[in-house]
């Protein structure tokens, strides 16, 4: 589950930056529907709910929306941001790499 918290880490994060017009357009509503999915899942990825569930642990409140963000910047930087950080930064980027995948998709059809 790791592995596919960082497959959609990744894309979301650089999915404007891919070469292909059809990767944009998937790359949109991903965005969106990530963000929609976590508000009606109480802040909490559908992944990390399997993951959990398959390990037979209990959600816990740092599952919520951000804590594999967290534990991304552990790991490389060695510092855990707040949680509060961790969502502005996360609304700020997802949108903002959303907002580059349209601005590609304008630029290319027109």
Do not use: D
């Amino acid at each position: 589950m790791r592995f596919s918290h960082l497959l959609v880490f990744i894309f979301i994060a650089i999915g404007w930056a891919l070469p292909w017009w059809q990767v944009w357009v998937i790359h949109v509503p991903f965005v969106i529907l990530t963000r929609i999915h976590w508000r009606l899942n109480q802040r909490t990825c559908i992944l990390t709910t399997w993951e959990v569930q398959l390990k037979g642990e209990e959600l816990v409140e740092e599952h919520e929306e951000g804590w594999f963000v967290k534990e991304v910047f552990e790991t490389i930087i060695g510092w855990r941001p707040s949680t509060l950080f961790t969502r502005r930064l996360m609304i700020i980027w997802m949108y903002g790499a959303m907002a580059l995948s349209l601005g590609r998709l304008f630029h290319f059809f027109n």
